[in-house]
């Protein structure tokens, strides 16, 4: 038999080594997305470029709760700018804090901050595995869990003797957050997907798209607010139904497109191959007929979408 102190001495460094494990494995996902963008692939915070973060942000709006506030940052590129670049700091810095285990609560509620943030901004992609709600959900646990175990016997914390908010995290307070993490998991699944009946809030097979009031009565902004986020609508025609009864149908290359919302990051409103290309998340403003009424976007490979014009 196992006596009671050789027991709970093996308990006491079994919880360390496991919060090390999962405290520096949380960490490295934060500091190896800092180090891409900063070091590999430092076009993804150029706001110029193509490839700048902002690229993923435009498709990640459909399903966000927050899409409002997302196309908000969008539509004003310095404050886009400056938050990919906070965003990516804070990544960096809390990723570093929980891998070595320096400033050990306050690296956990960086992260916990930042996996809140996924959720609310990708939480609803992933089109096999649902990756980014599991992701977020998992890092929140985590985060949660280090926060209120505070810095284990193998960190740095321990080794200066430095423990900074510990005075904060009372009982009640774990309590609170461990019972906050389990509604974090299970709401936002339940929102983005369902819980009774899988159906995803946002759909992410087929394209839709809705027409949106335009900047003056002859131009509409087409909306692409559900589909695939790797691939773009493809739009083969549009037939314009007049208030008098008529019909004016446009091929691809006869769209005239006024403005294409969030460039160069939504690559949208461009005609390659006798299409017009749509991409999940954009915003296109195109010139309708006087007098249009509704009107039916002939898609490649997608189910026809009619939308109305106010």
């Keep these: 038999m196992i006596a009671s102190s050789t027991r709970d001495e093996m308990n006491d460094w079994g919880k360390a080594l496991a919060l090390r494990a999962s405290s520096f494995s949380m960490g490295f996902v934060f500091f190896a997305g800092a180090w891409r963008r900063f070091y590999n692939a430092p076009a993804k915070l150029d706001v110029n470029s193509v490839h700048f973060l902002g690229n993923k942000l435009v498709g990640a709006a459909p399903g966000s709760p927050i899409e409002s506030v997302v196309h908000w940052v969008l539509a004003r590129p310095a404050i886009a700018d400056f938050a990919t670049h906070a965003l990516t700091l804070g990544e960096g810095l809390a990723g570093l804090g929980l891998m070595l285990g320096a400033l050990t609560r306050i690296s956990a509620l960086g992260a916990a901050l930042l996996n809140i943030a996924l959720m609310l901004i990708f939480g609803w992609q992933g089109y096999e595995c649902l990756d980014e709600w599991t992701m977020a959900a998992l890092g929140f646990a985590i985060s949660v869990s280090v926060m209120v175990y505070g810095p284990s016997i193998y960190s740095l914390d321990n080794i200066v003797g430095l423990d900074v908010l510990r005075s904060l995290f009372t009982r009640p307070v774990a309590i609170g957050l461990t019972v906050f993490s ?33 900047p003056s009565a002859d131009i509409a902004t087409l909306y692409v607010n559900a589909g ?35 460039e160069p990051w939504s690559q949208s409103g461009s005609v390659a191959d006798e299409v017009l290309l749509l991409r999940l998340g954009s915003k296109t403003d195109i010139r309708i007929p006087a007098g249009t009424a509704s009107a039916t976007i002939d898609l490649i490979g997608n189910e026809d979408q009619t939308v109305t014009f106010e």
Excluded: C, M
């Design 228 to 262: 695939a986020s790797p691939n773009a609508a493809y739009v083969r025609s549009i037939a314009y139904h007049l208030k008098d009864g008529r019909e004016v149908v446009q091929q691809a290359d006869e769209i005239e497109v006024v403005r294409s919302h969030f």
């Design 182 to 214: 389990i509604l974090f998991t299970v709401s936002f699944y339940a929102y983005y997907f369902g819980f009774w009946n899988l159906e995803r809030r946002t759909g992410v097979s087929a394209y839709r798209i809705v027409a949106e009031a335009g």
